[in-house]
């Protein structure tokens, strides 16, 4: 390699195809040059984003491949750490979808310390809170370990630390997910108990969880319509003959009858009855807020759901009710997507078809901003700048077919409705205003970003023009995947270069859209911070990092 004449060598402005001289980076997926997350960092992005159809650049088994080594770096360095963390993140609800919190729980039970293990079997009920949970992690754990006896014994306990009445819910509703059914996992768990009442429903599961299993069951314990036998020992929940009697049943009025009566969901309704307007209006009026969420359409389509309808109305107030929403862990991402969906009146796949009642998508607009933690403002001139490359639009999040640049559009409107001082732009090979503002819906908003034209990525953008511009910004939020290369300075010296010329405090917080390694905020200086782009924390954690006071040195002197 020749040598570098001294003319272009700069520790002020480098090319984004070379690395900063003394910098430590690492070439990223794009061909540019990025800092590499350590494991930590790259540990929360998983958790948050996880890999579901990987990125432009990098396939999702080679994310997912990078991404578990990464996690396995964790374990062996502080086990107890990722358990508690995974732990927190799925607990709180600042993950869109928890499958990247199980496989973390299951990997840990997997490669972890004695500690860390039994840690991690302490966790399972915190991470696994529903019979799918439990089946998404059985099939992780039996592709990563044996079945030994310390997660035999996680799992038994998950069944019998619940109340016969509960674990029947969960049995009836999540009978089977991944190629698993809940009678699979009790042939390799074996749980033990003194519990007459937990025994009759682990008997029925293990049977078959039919009518023949219900009638074996019947025989073993003596279980019938009363609650129970004339021992005196517990019988089958209500539940469970409920269900089994909506198998037989050939009358609607019989279903939406055992809907009311005995509160079953919609997993326990035989497919034929699935098109009946009767029986949702029923499985409506007890239906958990995710549920509803997911089925609108479903609900539209029969006319449950029409303008000016008493359940159109009791629906609107609950997607407007900010503590039901943070009670059912409804996350922003849901709601955008389920507001995306719902506003085009058809869904990505199949013959599906509706008219959206206006009423519910203004609800779920509303919804959205409510369900991220309450931002405290910044209270400065903030540069909102949104990456609308073409490896933004490439990437899509938690497998749907929203991308990252999309997505990034709708994070960016939260800072923006609690900012107002906020000035929104976009980027790719140029630099643009981007015609949306706050209080603007989402659909609008979502479809003028993807209009935008799009080319290569140069995150360096935002601070070059408000320097040669000469903006006073307080702080820049950059929304992207960190894949730039386009340009002729890296980011971070393009700010240093805004704090020497034009706001010497200005600090900038970059936000990753996608799970893979890379980030333009430079580790050494402190007034650059990296957050995970769709943590439901996220803009709160923005507005404290751009709130603080202290002073930002440039790095490398004046």
Known sequence: MPPIPIQTFSVRATPQ???????????????????????????????????????????????LKANYESVSRCLQADGLRVVHRLADISESGRA??????????????????????????????????????LLHFAAYADALRGWGRGLRRALSDWYL????????????????????SQADVLRRAHPRTASPAHQAVLRWVAAGSNELGLRAVTRKTGAGPQTRNYDGTPRLPALIHAFDAAKRSTAEGEIVRLIEEYRLPREAIPTQWL???????????????????????????????????????????????????KRARVHPFGLLLALRTYQQGHGDKGALRWTPVPKITEALDEAFYASFAQVR??????????????????STLHGSSLTAREASAAM?????????????????????????????????????????????????????????????????????????????????????????????????????????????????????LDVVGFDAAAPAFIADFLRAEAHCEPVGGD
């Open 377 to 394: 403002p910044a209270g400065k001139p903030l540069l909102l700048a949104l990456d609308v490359s073409g490896s933004m639009d490439g």
């Open 275 to 325: 098109n009946s307007r009767r029986v949702w209006a029923a499985l409506l009026a007890q239906m958990p807020l995710t549920a509803l969420i997911r089925n609108l359409a479903k609900l539209t389509v029969l006319g449950v759901l029409a303008p000016g309808s008493d359940d159109a109305r009791r629906v609107t107030e609950l997607l407007r009710d900010p503590a039901q929403l």
């Open 161 to 180: 630390n619940q109340s016969p009445d509960d674990l029947a819910y969960q049995v009836v509703k999540y009978r089977q997910r991944d190629g698993w």
């Open 96 to 133: 869109a979808r928890n499958e990247a919190a199980i496989f973390v729980l299951a990997l840990a039970l997997a490669q972890g310390d004695p500690g860390t293990r039994k840690a991690a079997a302490t966790a399972l009920h915190r991470v696994c809170r529903t019979g799918t949970h």
């Open 17 to 63: 195809t070379d690395p900063i001289p003394g910098s430590g980076q690492r070439a990223n997926s794009a061909g540019g040059y990025s800092w590499e997350l350590d494991d930590w960092q790259r540990l929360d992005r998983f958790l948050i984003l996880g890999c579901d159809g990987g990125t432009y650049s990098v396939q999702e088994q080679d994310l």
């Open 412 to 528: 960016a409107l939260v800072t923006a409705a609690t900012e107002p001082g906020a000035t929104l732009m976009a980027f790719s090979d140029g630099f643009v205003p981007l015609d949306i503002k706050p209080g603007m819906r989402l659909d609008e908003v979502v479809r003028r970003i993807s209009n935008l034209p799009f080319d290569g990525t140069d995150c360096a953008l935002p601070m070059n023009w408000a320097r040669q511009n000469a903006k006073s910004f307080g702080g820049f939020v950059i929304y992207t995947d960190s894949e730039t290369w386009a340009g002729d300075i890296h980011p971070a010296q393009a700010l240093r270069n805004y704090r020497r010329q034009v706001f010497g405090d200005a600090r900038c917080v970059v936000v990753g859209m996608t799970s893979e390694g890379f980030t333009i905020a430079d580790p050494a200086d402190r007034g650059m």
